[in-house]
């Protein structure tokens, strides 16, 4: 089957095959600040790293029908240029989940879903305590990506991280150990997944 990525209904496929197509993602809980101090959470699986030196990482922000500037995590970073990524652990999934939501702006998420906010070191931003790592990050650049069909677009946000939050707790033998905490996977549709086990593969010389 070959399918032009918008026109999937007309071969019979009832949803969009892209997103579970690329997966698993990753999922980027991002935390933010407004420049007047409220604070916010919200996750993003439009995310990766994109560079080991210097560290850095992306996430894409869609446009939202009720939020013609622009989702509050993207407005609060235009703001204060500043975000910590979350690493969403199994344990967290629903928390996640309730960071969805569309709150107004102005609305702690943190609050909403019981999650206990960290004193990050490099940004003002807190961070998720008890996420298994958090990487506070500094904005870099935002790029406003081509229209989509309703004649909005999504933001790339891409940020430097400048400080990185590990629980002891996920290290083992002087490793990340991502069994202990099997971290979160975005699938398509409702579908996630986690990381349970693993094996490893040598490269060639
Ligand atoms: C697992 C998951 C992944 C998501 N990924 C994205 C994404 O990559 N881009 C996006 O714009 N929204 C994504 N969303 C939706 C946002 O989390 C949602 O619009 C949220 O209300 C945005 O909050 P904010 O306005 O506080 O930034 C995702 C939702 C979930 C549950």
């Not at 999934?93 to 070191?121: C, D, H, L, V, W």
């Amino acid at each position: 089957m070959f399918i032009f990525p918008d026109k999937y209904k007309e071969v019979g496929l009832s949803h969009n095959p892209f997103k579970a197509l690329v997966s698993p993602r990753p999922i980027g809980w991002i935390s933010t600040r407004s420049s007047d101090g409220y604070v916010n959470i919200a996750p993003y699986s439009f995310f990766n790293a994109v560079s080991e030196q210097p560290p850095m990482v992306m996430f894409s922000s869609a446009p939202h029908k009720d939020k013609l500037l622009g989702k509050d995590s993207l407005l609060n970073i235009k703001e204060t240029g500043e975000f910590v990524v979350n690493i969403v652990s199994y344990s967290f999934r629903n928390k996640m989940n309730i960071t969805s939501k569309n709150y107004p702006r102005g609305i702690n998420e943190f609050e909403e879903a019981g999650i206990k906010m960290g004193q990050s070191k490099t940004v003002s931003v807190p961070y998720v305590k008890f996420a298994p790592a958090s990487l506070e990050c500094t904005l870099w650049k935002t790029i406003n990506l081509p229209d989509n069909l309703n004649g909005s677009s999504s933001t790339m946000i891409i940020g430097i991280v400048t400080g990185i939050n590990i629980e002891n707790s996920v290290i083992r033998d002087g490793k990340i150990d991502v069994t202990l905490y099997q971290p979160l996977a975005r699938l398509g549709y409702s579908d996630y997944s986690r990381v349970e086990d693993l094996f490893s593969i040598k490269r060639p010389d």
